[in-house]
């Protein structure tokens, strides 16, 4: 059987080498004329115009597509219309029109505009928000200008509506979002990619995307931000090194640096960064634990530290020679070895101690394929490894006492196979087709060795192989202000013995009356697939009285989305959301009733739902304050009727704000401060009531030495009150659990930028008349 798995995870593999090497010899003529229109925008002396409007209007003024240029200054919209009008806008210029029915225009000049006429001063707001072919798309660097924000992932937590929650990003009007890298998954997760942006600086990031219906060739479903990195097409070296100083009760240090080649056809770029860091949680926990009709007060106190070294590292390179396609592979590591976490447990019903040695290493693999004509063909490969060694002493109450070692681990390698074809017709309908391959392989094991008493334990070694195929077909076409997108997705499942078919729809309309006015309509499916160690059925101990337990069996979440945005002004912005989530399935803790244990389980509940508002309003008074307000109303429904032994049905009214304020406090020098705070009324979870919660921010930021050196510090979670209460009052179920403390940081950043170096052009010498 392992030969056959080998065979299957080759072929993929040779097919994407042999179209690689056969597709570099396309010549330029294969391109189809017609589909793109591209060209470059620079100013008088040169340099390149980025965030410039670029408006295609067909010869009757009709509106067809808009986008902006990058900061290369270069731009491409797809459209088979010929003859057609542009139309290219920026604050700082002199309005660009022309009428052509070429597919490249070249270098584009614009003229600065004379805005100061008799001490009369015209002043301009750059959009918050443009509209890119169905996407919202964010200048990360200028919506974060002047902000505190040193790394890529927190930029994107300052996009309008998204936030993070519980270390995982969040979009209001979404049940999830995917973050995906230059418009490609990762078979890393969310965890690993989000430690990946943390030592990407903000000013290797393009732009993000925010897509409530992602189209189906990103291969996610569902919301999804694209962040684009930057792609420079002159021969330049540029750099950025960084440290930070945290304190969150103990200290953390890290250092690194990002480096990047360019060239007309080549680029590569290193990133490196290496954190020494010891981590400190803490929270309480009452128990009223009803077992064989007499009730135990239990009330615990745990501390948990993890301390060790980190390392991370992205080497990637691309070439692309015009118009002949673009190759480019990347290599993403990562490792935490010799991890030390320790554990202890004091409280009325027992006294536990844990320690735990681990060693978790990552390795990433992507291979990417863009041709000339509208073919795309990737691979991504990852292989984690994470063994641990870990004992655990329980001294209880009674005098009785338990002490076990556990070895355990889990290695997991991914196998992600894409191919993408989208093709123009002159009729302006667009169509795209697609398809991928992904397979994955886990072990996980643990293995017991009892020390003292009969604690209940039970070896485990699972292996599983989850086979995930998925065809779709998908079209799209502009009528004047109108675009139109939809698309269907067959996919087969297999994980085990559980076998599965499913269809995804997807489909999103756009109108754009003016350009004040923009309104989309979002509809997407997807499912939810748990983690590998939840399907497993083994048990792990928190302490003497904790333990989270596997559930196997345990199917995927499927969700049903859809959402109407409105933007007014490329800036405010108003959605309605609604979401359902079929056999949902989350972690909620049970205090069991055939013994003192509080158990820690995923069960699939019948459903979550949840429906509401989101507004994003931004304002500004004067040249010194900018600041942004977000707001979210919304109804919560949760049901399962196979809890344990009870059902809940349970539903409330949950309000959101947050309210993001920047002072620029300076000019020259240049120094702002932030003040942001956060509020949540109380919500529901499962049988839990999450208590309301608030949270403030402070930072301020010193830029200098011409914007290349920054320094920042700031303070998260000023009052440490952003982690939640929860309790529980249900048939029977009574617990208390406080928020866990010690969570205000405090982090010192410092950050230079150097390079820019440009090569000179040279005169070449005239060779015309030379030779035979």
Not at 398 to 412: K, L, P, Y
Not at 530 to 549: F, K, N
């Amino acid at each position: 059987m392992k030969s056959n798995h080998l065979q299957y995870l080759l072929i993929p593999v040779a097919i994407f080498l042999a179209y690689v090497a056969t597709a570099q010899t396309a010549s330029p003529s294969d391109t189809p004329s017609g589909s793109v229109i591209r060209g470059r925008i620079l100013d008088t002396s040169e340099a390149p115009v980025a965030g410039a409007a670029v408006i295609l209007f067909d010869r009757d003024s009709v509106y067809l597509d808009a986008v902006a240029s990058g900061a290369d200054g270069r731009f491409e919209i797809r459209s088979a219309v010929r003859p057609y009008r542009l139309q290219i806008q920026h604050l700082a210029y002199e309005l660009y029109c022309i009428e052509s029915d070429l597919s490249d225009l070249g270098d584009i000049r614009l003229t600065e505009a004379n805005t100061a006429v008799d001490a009369v001063v015209v002043k301009g707001e750059r959009p918050v928000v443009q509209v890119e072919q169905g996407r919202l798309s964010y200048d990360l660097g200028r919506l974060t200008e002047g902000q505190a924000v040193n790394n890529a992932y927190e930029a994107l937590t300052r996009l309008p509506g998204v936030a993070e929650q519980e270390g995982a990003l969040t979009l209001a009007g979404a049940s999830s979002v995917t973050v995906i890298l230059n418009g490609r998954p990762s078979t890393m997760t969310a965890e690993q990619l989000a430690t990946l942006l943390r030592s990407t600086p903000v000013d290797r990031v393009e732009k993000a995307e925010v897509m409530f219906s992602a189209p189906p060739q990103y291969h996610v479903r569902g919301a999804a931000i694209n962040v684009v990195l930057r792609r420079s097409h002159e021969t330049a070296f540029s750099g950025e090194v960084h440290a930070n100083y945290s304190n969150r009760w103990y200290d953390t240090y890290d250092a690194g640096g990002n480096f990047v080649l360019t060239s007309p056809k080549w680029s590569a770029d290193v990133t490196y960064s290496a954190a020494r860091s010891k981590e400190l949680s803490s929270f309480d926990l009452r128990s009223l634990h009803t077992f064989e009709e007499q009730q135990y007060d239990i009330r615990q106190d745990e501390w948990m530290t993890s301390e060790g070294w980190s390392h991370q590292l992205r080497a990637a390179v691309e070439y692309a020679p015009k118009q002949r396609g673009r190759v480019s592979a990347a290599y993403t590591a990562s490792f935490s070895p010799n991890t030390d976490g320790q554990s202890h447990s004091t409280g009325s019903y027992v006294e536990s101690l844990s320690k735990k040695l681990s060693d978790r290493t990552l390795h990433n693999l992507a291979l990417r394929y863009t041709s000339a004509f509208g073919l795309d063909l990737g691979l991504d490969y990852t292989h984690y490894d994470n063994p641990e060694q870990s004992r655990l002493e329980n001294s209880y109450a009674d005098g009785s006492a338990t002490a076990f070692d556990v070895g355990s681990g889990q290695r997991i390698d991914r196998l992600n196979v894409t191919a993408d074809e989208r093709h123009t017709f002159d009729s302006g309908w667009e169509l795209t087709a697609g398809g991928a391959f992904a397979f994955a392989r886990s072990h996980d094991w643990q293995h017991y060795t009892v020390l003292e008493g009969s604690p209940a334990t039970s070896d485990t070694d699972a292996r599983l192989d989850e086979y995930t195929g998925n065809l779709y077909a998908g079209f799209g076409r502009q009528f004047g202000k109108v675009g139109l997108t939809a698309s269907l997705a067959g996919e087969y499942y297999r994980l085990g013995d559980y076998e599965n078919w499913s269809l995804y729809p997807q489909a999103s309309l756009n109108w754009m009356p003016s350009e004040r006015h923009i309104v989309q309509l979002n509809f997407s499916s997807d499912k939810e697939y748990p983690a590998y160690w939840e399907m497993q059925g083994a048990v792990s101990y928190i302490d003497g009285y904790s333990e989270i337990h596997g559930t196997t069996g345990l199917r995927p979440s499927r969700s049903y989305e859809a959402q109407a945005v409105y933007i007014y002004r490329q800036k405010y912005i108003f959605v309605l959301f609604w979401n359902e989530r079929p056999d949902y399935f989350m972690q909620a803790a049970w205090q069991s009733s055939d013994r003192l244990a509080l158990i820690y389980q995923s069960l699939n509940w019948n459903f979550n739902r949840q429906w509401g508002v989101n507004a994003v309003i931004p304002f500004r008074i004067g040249k010194w304050l900018d600041s942004r307000l977000t707001l979210t109303g919304m109804r919560m429904r949760q049901k399962c009727d196979p809890f344990h032994d009870m059902s809940f049905d349970r539903s409330k009214w949950v309000g959101i704000g947050r309210l993001v304020n920047t002072f620029h406090l300076s000019r020259k020098p240049a120094i702002d401060l932030e003040v942001n705070g956060f509020f949540q009324s109380g919500a529901i979870q499962g049988t839990f009531d999450i208590e309301p919660l608030g949270s403030a921010d402070a930072a301020v930021k010193w830029t200098f030495d011409k914007g290349r050196a920054t320094l920042s510090v700031r303070c998260n979670d000023l009052f440490d009150s952003g982690m939640p209460s929860t309790k529980v009052r249900y048939r029977g179920q009574w617990l208390d659990m406080g928020a866990q403390r010690y969570m205000r940081t405090a982090t010192v950043h410092f950050s230079y930028r150097f390079g820019g170096y440009k090569a000179k052009k040279h005169k070449e010498v005239d060779t015309s008349r030379f030779g035979h």
